[in-house]
């Protein structure tokens, strides 16, 4: 609800009826169930670029170094594979997170032989959606509350990427929900 409460009025939205409001969150609930019920696996939820340190010396991905981990916890597959591939706050080439999705589903077929990259592709598509509605949201508080308009020059990015994730089949009744609440979003 951080894009209601504190993105929406960033914009100079008025404020929703509760029955929108109420949609949201049941659209929401509905869309995220079936993702949630899967097999979770560790999630680092704050893997992108800026937490990506480079490690000479070695060798392959063993040169890649995280930081800020602390907040690891169980979750889906995509999520740190949409914020490292739709990273909020550098611009990724649609090439290159195709790239890494290709790879991720490449490296995910080689050890699990019941890998389904359809489902994956949705399941990517819906904790894209997610995570930019979220991150619109905290961004929106970052500046309001906590005095750091620094992170506004981000929200262009994050809202192509959530009108990217909308137009996937699986986010169809959501993105009725954002043309109708929010169009400026998906503009």
């Not at 594979?81 to 550098?90: F, M």
């Not at 997610?130 to 020059?153: N, S």
Request: neutral net charge.
């Amino acid at each position: 609800e951080l894009l209601l409460d504190w993105y929406l009025p960033w914009r100079g939205n008025r404020t929703l009826p509760a029955s929108a409001r109420h949609a949201f969150v049941e659209l929401w609930a509905g869309t995220l169930g079936p993702v949630l019920a899967r097999p979770p696996t560790w999630t680092l939820r704050d893997y992108h670029s800026p937490n990506l340190l480079w490690l000479a010396g070695r060798q392959g991905v063993a040169r890649v170094g995280m930081l800020d981990f602390q907040d690891c916890v169980l979750g889906p597959a995509a999520y740190d594979v949409v914020s490292l591939s739709q990273d909020a706050r550098i611009d990724v080439p649609d090439d290159l997170e195709l790239q890494l999705l290709g790879a991720y589903v490449r490296l995910r077929r080689a050890g699990d032989d019941s890998f389904d990259a359809a489902l994956f592709a949705s399941e990517y598509a819906v904790m894209g959606a997610q995570r930019a509605t979220k991150i619109l949201g905290i961004f929106a508080r970052l500046d309001a509350r906590d005095g750091k308009p620094q992170y506004l020059r981000h929200i262009p990015r994050i809202e192509r990427n959530l009108a990217r994730c909308l137009l996937h089949p699986a986010l169809r009744e959501l993105r009725a929900w954002y043309e109708a609440h929010v169009p400026d979003v998906l503009a």
